[in-house]
């Protein structure tokens, strides 16, 4: 059930995420396990970005930093059991809405799936005991010194 559940938010993960991480050699006896609050710290920036990105219709950078907070999610839910396997399953149709709106290049589409998958975030915070952590769409980028704007323009 949980690997399906897995399999569910895995679907369409990209092969150019797959392309960038060939290469990786790590000892089989001492395999690197991040620490869950590390592992959504990183979800939190991907999910900062994604909005960055939506908003500034940069549809390719998007994607991307949808396809890293995807493999963020699925990486917390394969190596910290205790996260209930129904709240990573619901994650798989707000993801699959702002996929869907980016392919659309369809900014009120992403708004409102961004919306939805923020939700989703939530949900899960509030059902694990850590419901004083709540996501929202942020207001203005930390990030200065990463350009959302596609290429060429402001
Ligand atoms: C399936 C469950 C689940 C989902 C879905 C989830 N989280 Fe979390 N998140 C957690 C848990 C559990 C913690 C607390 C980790 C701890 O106590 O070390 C957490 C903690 C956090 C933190 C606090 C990290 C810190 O150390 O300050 C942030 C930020 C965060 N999540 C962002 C997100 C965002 C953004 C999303 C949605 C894109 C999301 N989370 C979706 C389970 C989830």
């Not at 060939?22 to 970005?49: C, F, W």
């Not at 949808?66 to 996260?83: D, F, H, P």
């Not at 980016?102 to 509030?126: S, V």
Request: aromatic letters at 8%; hydrophobic letters at 40%.
């Amino acid at each position: 059930m949980r690997w399906l559940g897995l399999m569910v938010l895995m679907v369409c993960a990209s092969p150019l995420v797959a392309t960038a991480q060939t290469g990786v050699n790590l000892p089989p006896s001492e395999p690197y396990v991040p620490r869950l609050g590390d592992i959504m710290n990183a979800a939190q920036s991907r999910h900062m970005k994604l909005w960055f990105a939506g908003k500034s219709a940069n549809w390719d950078l998007a994607a991307y930093e949808l396809r890293q907070l995807k493999a963020s999610l699925v990486e917390a839910a394969s190596l910290y059991q205790g996260i209930p396997v129904t709240n990573v399953t619901t994650m798989a149709q707000p993801v699959q809405s702002v996929n869907d709106a980016i392919e659309a290049k369809d900014g009120k589409k992403f708004a409102k799936a961004y919306g939805e998958l923020t939700i989703g975030c939530n949900g899960c915070h509030q059902s694990i005991g850590r419901g004083f952590i709540v996501m929202r769409a942020p207001d203005v980028s930390p990030f200065s010194d990463q350009q959302f704007a596609p290429q060429g323009k402001p």
